[in-house]
């Protein structure tokens, strides 16, 4: 069973800190080839905030969150993290990761549609 959960969120000041996990079940993330980071606020789109690629060779940032956010994994491969520094009201949304599994998902990092396991989602809310 592929499966991914989420866990972490929380409310925060603006200027806080929190670091979200993703947990997959077996090798859903030793097998994927890169996990993406999403969120998603009210009324608006999905958004791809951070990726990273099998054996954290690459990372990659949305500009809303470069320099603030870092993406990583554990050396097992089972779990990947976010860690969110200085977070600003408009980083309030319901965090995702996602993972790809089987033929055809797998592409771009910040397409949703790359994507076809999804965690249940976890809370991000940042307040001034």
Sequence with gaps: QVQLVESGGGSVHAGGSLILSCTGSGH??????????FRQAPGKEREAVAAIYSGSVSTYYSDSVEGRFTISQDAAETTVFLQMNDLKPE???MYYCAAPHGRGYGGSWHRPSSFNVWGQGTQVTVSN
């Design 91 to 93: 980083d309030t949304a």
């Design 28 to 37: 859903t993330i030793r097998s994927a080839n890169v996990v993406t980071w």
